[in-house]
């Protein structure tokens, strides 16, 4: 089994529409982060955990929020979707704060 | 503030041909350097990270990268690609102080091997 998982792989939603991206990670790392992939802009980070109880806002964070559930488990969600959130996400964890191991990715696409 | 820039958004090499990635960063204090490599319709795999002590790093499917800190760069070379090794490349820093733990990204290289 993969150590960190997204779910769904692939989403299609409208305009308006909230919608929740999940991660599950069994590595038992404490730190967690989401990001975003868009052609030629490489991966900008969205939001960042460093443990249960910590929250923080990445560099593009304006129009997600996210849910630390669990240590295995951080959440982002999109309150209102919109066609400029069209993008492939990656939720990735480190237990150093130095190298991160990523999930597959999630690839939303607004309408 | 830390900062990546990947010189070359594409490079096209034929294959068993020498190739190099470029990526220069900006950081005022010390670095962690990485290269993770993408293949298509897949999450990010680590290739090889420059942590500290010996400048030269090797890491898997034959790259190398090697750290250059008075001209700020990190680059990727392999001396014979194949095919496989068609993918996109990113470069990422984290440093000391407030940006540790955070990664920041170039803007990625995509790779394309030619027959």
């Known amino acids: 089994d993969a150590d960190v998982t997204q779910t769904p792989r692939n989403r299609i939603t409208k305009t308006g529409k909230r919608i929740m991206l999940e991660c599950s990670q069994t590595k038992g790392h404490d730190r967690m982060y989401w990001y975003r992939q868009d052609p030629g802009l490489g991966l900008r980070l969205i939001y960042y955990?460093?443990?249960?109880?910590?929250?923080n806002k990445g560099e593009i964070s304006d129009g997600y929020s996210v849910s630390r559930q669990a240590q295995a488990k951080f959440s982002l969600s999109l309150e209102s979707a919109i066609p400029n959130q069209t993008a492939l996400y990656f939720c990735a964890t480190s237990d150093s704060g130095t190298e991160q191991y990523f999930g597959p990715g999630t690839r939303l696409t607004v309408t | 503030a830390q900062s990546v820039t990947q010189l070359d958004s594409q490079v096209p090499v034929f294959e068993e041909a020498p190739v190099e990635l470029r990526c220069n960063y900006s950081s005022s204090v010390s670095v962690y350097l990485f290269w993770y490599v993408q293949y298509p319709n897949q999450g990010l795999q680590l290739l090889l990270k420059?942590?500290?002590?010996?400048?030269l790093v090797k890491g898997i499917n034959g790259f190398e990268a090697e750290f250059n800190k008075s001209q700020t760069s990190f680059h990727l070379r392999k001396p014979s690609v194949h095919i496989s090794d068609t993918a996109e490349y990113f470069c990422a820093v984290t440093s000391w102080g407030t940006s540790y733990g955070k990664l920041t990204f170039g803007q990625g290289t995509i790779l394309t091997v030619h027959p």
């Open positions: 955990s460093f443990d249960v109880k910590d929250i």
């Open positions: 420059y942590l500290s002590g010996s400048t």
